[in-house]
């Protein structure tokens, strides 16, 4: 009895193992590859997109701040004083000035009467300036005046 339930038992092993199907270690292997090859593409391209928008942030950042020198000298008549903060310049954050979390650091600097500059550093340690006559700039891209520095 025990040597017939031995191979009712063998037998169905044995049916099972012919009917079994699956991957091999080899096409496993080759899955995994595939896998690490799209992510050592995908990967650097989203921190670069990551970076884009933290940049981009700043550049929000700064014309929020341009925004609100313009009014606040349209209230007073004047340009600001330096002010190494602009959160400082009375009357910038009641015109909508803001400091996003990417902005690492956000200057302004009074020229003359009717001129300003307003320097900005991304998290990304990228540099950014406006003035009154430029639009937002990439300071790699085109160097700050030389009396625009921060």
């Not at 590859?33 to 670069?48: F, H, K």
């Not at 606040?72 to 954050?93: E, R, S």
């Not at 300003?116 to 990228?126: F, L, P, Q, R, W």
């Not at 540099?127 to 005046?145: G, Q, S």
């Amino acid at each position: 009895m025990l040597t017939r339930l031995l191979a009712s038992i063998n037998l169905r092993r044995a049916r099972f193992t012919e009917n079994q199907s699956g991957f091999t270690v080899i096409e496993w292997l080759v899955i995994v590859i595939l896998i690490g090859m799209l992510a050592a593409v995908a990967i650097p391209v989203y921190l670069g997109v990551q970076n884009n928008i933290k940049d981009a942030s700043v550049k929000t950042d700064l014309a929020n701040a341009k925004t609100a020198i313009i009014a606040v000298q349209d209230d007073t008549g004047t340009m600001p004083a330096t002010a190494a903060n602009i959160a400082t310049i009375t009357g910038a954050t009641g015109h909508g000035y803001t400091k996003g979390s990417n902005t690492s650091t956000i200057s302004y600097k009074y020229l003359t009467a009717t001129t300003y500059c307003i320097g900005a550093t991304s998290s990304t340690t990228e540099k950014f300036y406006v003035t009154e006559t430029l639009d937002i700039t990439n300071n790699a891209i085109i160097a700050a005046p030389t009396d625009c520095t921060w």
